[in-house]
């Protein structure tokens, strides 16, 4: 009877201990998650979602803007550069980074435990003890640690005091999120969100009421962005006003914003001495409010600046346009003629054409149908250009190749015909020095002064064909070489 009592006892334990490994693990695995998920997001980047608006209320044809409003949001969200913390914030963000590294620390202590007493649960009678004291000084060395960083002041964290705002991937996708359920801290935590935009819209006799609120990880608290009312005709005006407010909470700092009207469009524009990126809508945005110099330089043009005073939360417009430095006139002409000319990707006309006022370097491309395109530089101190367009039914790389082939067999005809040239005029020379030594020698015979002199003349004779044949050769591989050269370009 006794030992089947103890038999029982130590199956509860058993299955006791494994119950709570499970539990542990389960622990480990989502605080874990929590942990890596915060602070990858955090140290990285700043991340806003956007929730479905609540519509309380409304009527179906109104309902609509508790949709469209969050998604006509989200780029501000795209377009905003950075989020600069406030003191709150940062200081939220360092408890925020001390909790999740705790974290990290009760979840190592808890593996350590759960080894522990699986080692315990596995270990037999006569074996020993060694590796449970190497997990106790494991686990007493976690547990001091833990104290350590507990008495630690969370200013010893260092946040960063502008991060990268980034829209998250489930707004990017189009979607909104539903309205949370959840106490906010744990939903941003599992969106891994470090802001939430919501808000609801309820009636108000003929208008309808409007609060937008953003939800703070780091701080655990809301903050009211706008509230107001519209007449539902006025959503456009009503989204735009949103923007203004909500592009002031993400930057975290006022802002002003410049559109630029330049021309020549390709020229160049700097704020205070830098260079400015502007957007597709020709704005420079998130300016510093205040006095700033805008200059617009371009290769050929004069350059001009401007002194502009920007407002906070304002837009302004500058238009400048650049006069030409030293204009030429172009004559483009083509062969056949009638092909349209195209400046800088821009259609101006067809050949013949004359261009005015105009300012290098500039591409001009020469098309016409039926024939291959054609596309030039214009540079220095030009005054035209005449295009030989070619048909496109013209294998231009066989063209190209032919010529290339000629060329090279008049280069190796001529290197071939050298030698005989050296040859020639060695034998000349060599006859001809044996011809007058024998004119002053009396022992030679006329006959062999004869012999020597007629061999002399005949070497100089295939000297002077070879010399000729070498300029005949040399004329004909500079003629194929231009040949080649100009197919090349041409085509």
């Known amino acids: 009877m006794d030992n089947l009592r103890s038999a029982l006892l130590w199956n509860l334990f058993l299955v006791s201990s494994l119950i709570l490994t499970m539990f542990f693990n389960g622990q480990l695995v989502y605080a874990q998650m929590s942990a890596d998920s915060g602070i990858e997001g955090d140290q990285e980047h700043w991340s806003v979602g956007f929730a479905r608006f609540k519509g309380e209320d409304l009527l179906d044809e109104n309902m609509r803007f508790t949709y469209a409003v969050p998604v006509d949001l989200f780029q501000p969200v795209l377009r905003c550069p950075f989020h600069f913390l406030d003191k709150e914030e940062i200081n939220g963000s360092r408890e925020q980074y001390k909790r999740q590294e705790l974290i990290q620390l009760e979840n190592k202590l808890h593996s350590l435990l759960v080894q522990r007493a ?17 997990l106790e000084r494991e686990i007493e060395a976690q547990r001091i640690k833990i104290q350590k960083l507990k008495s630690k002041p969370a200013s010893g964290w260092k946040v960063p005091s502008q991060q990268r705002v980034v829209l998250s991937e489930h707004n990017q996708e189009g979607e909104l999120y539903e309205p949370p359920q959840l106490p906010l801290k744990l939903w ?7 802001c939430l935009i919501q808000g609801r819209i309820e009636p108000l006799e003929e208008l309808l009421y409007i609060e937008v609120r953003a939800y703070l990880r780091a701080t655990n608290q809301s903050r009211i962005i706008y509230r107001d009312s519209f007449f539902p005709r006025e959503s456009e005006k009503l989204v735009n006003d949103i923007t203004k407010a909500l592009r002031t909470f993400l930057y975290g700092r006022q802002w002003a914003d410049i559109t630029m009207e330049v021309e020549p469009v390709t020229a160049e524009v700097y704020v205070d001495g830098a260079a400015a ?3 597709e809508t020709g704005t420079i945005r998130y300016l510093e409010p205040g006095l700033h110099s805008i200059e617009v330089r371009e290769p050929g043009y004069i350059a001009q600046s401007v002194l502009i005073d920007v407002n906070a939360g304002s837009t302004e417009e500058v238009q400048l346009l650049l006069e030409k430095e030293n204009p030429q006139t172009w004559l483009i002409k083509s062969e056949p003629s009638g092909a349209d000319v195209f400046l800088e990707s821009r259609q101006v006309g067809r050949t013949p054409l004359l261009l005015k006022e105009q300012v290098p370097p500039s591409s001009v491309l020469i098309s016409k149908e039926g024939y291959s395109d054609r596309l030039y530089v214009m540079e220095g101190e030009s005054t035209g250009l005449t295009a030989h367009l070619h048909p496109t039914a013209i294998d231009i790389d066989a063209v190209v190749e032919n010529s290339r082939n000629r060329f090279y067999r008049g ?12 040859i020639s005029y060695g034998q000349s020379s060599e006859y001809a020095y044996a011809y007058n030594s024998a004119i002053v020698d009396p022992s030679i015979s006329s006959s062999e002064e004869q012999r020597l002199r007629a061999r002399s003349t005949l070497w100089y004779t295939a000297y002077a064909g070879s010399m000729l044949l070498n300029g005949i050769l040399l004329t004909d591989t500079f003629l194929h070489m231009r040949q080649y050269i100009k197919s090349s370009q041409e085509y």
């Open 188 to 194: 941003s935590e599992e969106k891994d969100l470090d």
């Open 118 to 134: 699986t080692e315990f649960i596995e270990q037999e009678v006569d074996a020993t003890d060694d590796n449970l004291k190497e």
């Open 277 to 279: 990126e502007l957007d």
């Open 411 to 422: 280069l190796a005809a001529f290197l071939f015909s050298l030698p005989l040239s050296v």
